[in-house]
């Protein structure tokens, strides 16, 4: 295979996907890259806590951060907790926008507006609602500041648990005025107004890019897919990866290329900053 051939990873199935490849290999320094935390750059696990980035995936976003515009990533988390569990200030100039965009950490700093009234409520009401629900053993309150998620995960049946707390914790959402966001064995109640799409779209906008990549794994990275649809109307090709799981099939459908989870995106990474790099002479 030539330098110039896409790897067996870097293969978009889509005419999209391959002209935003293109794209992005021609002029590397006007791209951006943006990564949702969990479930792609680092593997689930049963207690968000624990969380780690993938074996060499932080290394693989600093040698890219050499060679694009732009590397973010773009979570539900807090941007802070992100950084600290990814070790993500390992990586010269990155951008970090926490709570779905509502948060921006850069260089050790967070920029964050205060989080609306609906929060204390749910805060307030949540232990109630989830023991009222009758959702089994397991099922835990994460509050993260500005939000508050119920995971099942760890619950004898996640997916029984969560259908017991759908109804109770929509209604709550529609009382605290907050948005209700599905994810992986979790429902997260959170402020409205912002999304990974809004927040993927201002910074291609501010960072003024000529190409994006954005890669996800669960339904919170769907509006960022959605964004990178819409940017192409405007010129700006881009390329869309699936960091692919069994408990969500939609984001690998929507998806212009897709690889196994948090490894695949490891190595995908790799063989494209050798791509960028081009043949060593
Ligand atoms: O936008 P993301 O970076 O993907 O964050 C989405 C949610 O991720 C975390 O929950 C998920 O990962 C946990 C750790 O692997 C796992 O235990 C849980 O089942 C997943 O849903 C995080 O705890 C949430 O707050 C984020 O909103």
């Not at 941007?79 to 600290?84: C, F």
């Not at 429902?187 to 809004?198: S, W």
Request: hydrophobic share 45%; aromatic share 2%.
């Amino acid at each position: 295979m030539s330098p110039a051939e896409p790897g067996p990873l870097l293969s978009p199935t889509t005419d999209a996907g391959r002209a935003a490849l293109t794209a992005l290999l021609d002029d590397p320094s006007t791209a951006l890259t943006g990564f949702d935390f969990d479930g792609t750059l680092a593997p689930i696990v049963a207690d968000p806590r624990d969380s780690a980035p993938q074996a060499g995936i932080v290394e693989a976003l600093a040698d890219l951060a050499d060679l694009v515009g732009t590397v973010a990533v773009i979570t539900g988390r807090p941007a802070e907790t992100a950084v600290l569990l990814g070790g993500l200030d390992r990586v010269p100039g990155i951008v970090v926008l926490g709570h779905y965009g509502a948060e921006r950490w850069v260089d050790g700093r967070v920029i964050a507006a205060d989080p609306p009234p609906g929060v204390a409520l749910v805060r307030s009401e949540l232990p109630a609602l989830v023991e009222a629900s009758g959702a089994p053993a397991g099922t835990w309150i994460e509050d993260k500041g500005r939000s508050l998620a119920v995971h099942t995960r760890r619950a004898e049946d996640p997916d029984r648990a969560l259908a017991l707390l759908a109804e109770p914790l929509k209604e709550l959402a529609e009382r605290a005025e907050l948005r209700l966001e599905p994810g992986r064995m979790v429902i997260e109640l959170r402020p409205q107004g912002v999304d990974k799409g809004a927040a993927l779209t201002s910074l291609v906008e501010e960072r003024a890019a000529r190409s994006v990549l954005y890669a996800g794994d669960d339904l919170g990275d769907l509006p960022a897919f959605a964004a990178v649809t819409a940017l192409r109307e405007r010129d700006v090709p881009g390329l869309t990866v699936c960091s692919s799981s069994d408990e969500v099939t939609e984001v690998a459908d929507a998806a212009d290329l897709v690889v196994p989870g948090p490894a695949g995106l490891a190595e995908l990474l790799a063989e494209l900053t050798k791509r960028i790099r081009g043949p060593v002479e």
